[in-house]
């Protein structure tokens, strides 16, 4: 798993990472503030924090969801989540790709399990590509879901929560991320 984040709009990414969890695994992210942290766990019920606490600065209005990357451009990758809970206000969700992506990703969110596929390079550098299935939330927040399954479209896709600034493709962002099977 990797908690990812852009501190700064156009900035580059950075990342902490800790190997062997893989899809299907629990994941849950958690702003506070300018503080975001990272969990990770087997059971939904014992966590693990990833890296430390990243002061990031967003607005107040952010967007969370469930990013999806094939981290190649020409395959999709299809990831399953469940349990998807959060303490953003419910309100209706939508989908859409984020950057430049080679493919046009899709999402099915209207009952359990939801469904999300994308395309797109990676969730990296100072740019992303990749599809968001994401609410709107202002403040504080928590976001927990089981990526319960994902396609090996590369080793490197990901799936995961993400808490994101904007619907840009160089927005600030907190993602904690499992992968088919590099972990991180």
């Not at 902490?16 to 975001?36: C, D, E, H, I, Q």
């Not at 190649?72 to 959060?86: E, I, Q, R």
């Not at 928590?142 to 927005?171: C, F, H, P, Q, Y």
Request: with cysteine; aromatic share 10%; proline share 3%.
């Amino acid at each position: 798993a990797s908690f990812q984040y852009r501190t700064s709009t156009g900035g580059s990414s950075a990342n902490t990472a800790t190997s062997g969890p893989s899809a299907s695994y629990w994941v849950k992210l958690v702003r506070s503030g300018t503080s975001f942290s990272a969990y990770i766990s087997p059971d939904g019920n014992a966590w693990t924090q990833v890296g430390t606490a990243r002061t990031i600065t967003m607005a107040s209005a952010v967007y969370v969801g469930l990013p999806v990357t094939a981290h190649n451009n020409t395959n999709l990758c299809t990831a399953t989540f469940d349990n998807v809970w959060s303490t953003a206000p419910v309100g209706t969700w939508m989908h859409q790709d984020i950057g430049s992506v080679g493919l046009a990703g899709s999402a099915s969110f209207s009952t359990s399990p939801f469904t999300i596929v994308g395309s797109g390079s990676d969730i990296w550098g100072s740019s992303d590509a990749f599809n968001f299935a994401c609410l709107s939330a202002t403040g504080n927040c928590t976001v927990i879901t089981r990526v319960a399954s994902m396609e090996n479209a590369d080793a490197w896709s990901k799936a995961g929560l993400m808490i994101r600034e904007t619907l840009n493709a160089n927005s600030t962002y907190a993602f904690i991320a499992v992968t088919p099977s590099n972990g991180v």
